[in-house]
């Protein structure tokens, strides 16, 4: 929803709730963190879109291809 109304903080908060969210399955979660990465992206925090895809790489290898996704932000 805060996606939606271009609320990007907001959608960035809460999607790094909903990373922790009980029962949520592997691809759900791959999945949310790959939309906090491009968020980030978006609100100027290439870093801390960087820091979100390493994590993510460490727990799905190259899902999605996010290995060039992080060689491109380094």
């Not at 949310?32 to 990465?37: D, V, Y």
């Amino acid at each position: 929803m805060f996606e939606r109304q271009q609320r990007k903080d907001e959608a960035i908060e809460w999607l790094g709730h909903a990373v922790d969210t009980p029962g949520l399955t592997d691809t759900d979660r791959f999945e949310t963190l790959l939309r906090m990465a491009d968020l980030l992206e978006q609100t100027g925090e290439p870093a801390s879109a960087l820091a979100v895809c390493l994590e993510l790489q460490a727990d799905a290898g190259d899902y999605k291809d996010l290995a060039v996704r992080i060689a491109r932000a380094r």
